[in-house]
């Protein structure tokens, strides 16, 4: 049996010309398929906590900035470990994502990589993300290595729970930790208060994204939040992403935050609601979009964060 040619692939979320469409050699493709380089949100959205606690954490240090080679260590090793979670998540759900419409295009129910080669492919990017680990110190070696405990699990939840969304936000927002530990060597209050804001911050944006599924997930009976909370979704994103608001308010108010953080909270929060307010089930575009319009968000707190540190040390 032959299998289709990348170039006549078309993954749903991924814009059209990308540049995997565009530069990757056909052999290539695939696997940044399964990497999704196509699709960068993902890794934006594992990297913004770690760019967060990152900047909380160096302005408390009374540090002019976050530490650029801290700050390249955690792209490469969000986009890595993006990269090794979505290929492993692909492998344990090939059967279920070649009964899925917006998933079956995927390189692995497409037959375009087979689960051997999918595998090896993980350990690789698995081994790129321990080579960044192993550039902090030895307790933040041990936190990162902790957080491969909900990676391992999360691709099971959807089988026998209708919140893998918890489970997603318990290893996305595992950075939350990471940036303030590989400044201090340790845990504080601001960096489990800014952890457990950006499990309720995935936890909201993840499932307005599981709305573009909702009919297929129901046809094969997986769980999700989206199928769970229906119609009622705009209150669950409203009390989440105001709940993460409120605890990162109390992270930077203990971590001793100038105007300049609240000022990047304040907008980070007007972009939250306008998603609650352009929230519809009913449209997998409009989803998409907002889903991917936290990445916009995220970045708006960040830059609050980092001129905020800034302004403290002058």
């Known amino acids: 049996m032959n299998t289709p040619d990348s170039d006549d692939i078309v993954i749903p979320d991924a814009k059209r010309g990308n540049w995997v469409d565009r530069l990757l ?12 380089w196509d699709r960068p949100i993902g890794w934006w959205l594992l990297l913004l906590p770690c760019w967060w606690s990152l900047g909380l954490a160096s302005g408390t240090a009374g540090q002019p900035y976050p530490s650029p080679w801290y700050a390249l260590l955690f792209f490469i090793g969000a986009v890595a470990m993006r990269g090794a979670g979505c290929t492993y998540n692909d492998i344990v759900d090939r059967h279920i994502d070649a009964a899925v419409a917006r998933t079956r295009a995927r390189p692995i129910p497409s037959g375009r990589v ?13 081994l790129v993300g321990l080579a ?14 902790c957080s491969m405990v909900p ?9 026998i729970t209708h ?27 601001p960096a489990l208060l800014i952890y457990v804001a950006a499990i309720l911050w995935t936890f ?11 009919e297929d997930d129901a046809l094969i009976d997986l769980g999700s939040t989206a199928r769970y909370f229906a119609e009622t979704t705009p209150r669950l994103l409203t009390v989440c992403y105001g709940a993460a608001v409120l605890l ?4 930077f108010y203990l971590a001793d935050a100038r105007i300049v953080a609240y000022v990047g909270l304040a907008a980070f929060a007007r972009q939250l609601a306008w998603q609650v307010e352009r929230f519809d089930a009913d449209d997998g575009a409009l989803c998409l979009k907002l889903f991917k319009s936290n990445r916009d968000a995220g970045l708006i707190l960040t830059a609050g964060l980092v001129i905020d540190a800034f302004l403290k040390a002058m």
């Open 25 to 36: 050699p056909a052999p290539l493709k695939p696997y940044a398929q399964l990497a999704r």
């Open 114 to 126: 087979s689960a051997k080669a999918a595998a090896a492919f993980l350990v690789l990017q698995a």
């Open 132 to 145: 960044v680990l192993l550039q902090f110190d030895r307790f933040s070696i041990g936190l990162g290595f």
């Open 151 to 159: 990676v391992a699990v999360y691709p099971f939840m959807k089988r």
């Open 163 to 189: 919140f893998p969304q918890a489970v997603l936000g318990l290893s996305f927002s595992w950075g939350g930790l990471m940036g303030w530990s590989v400044v201090f060597g340790r845990l504080d209050a």
């Open 204 to 214: 909201a944006y993840d499932t307005i994204y599981a709305h573009q599924d909702r």
């Open 248 to 251: 990162l308010g109390v992270a």
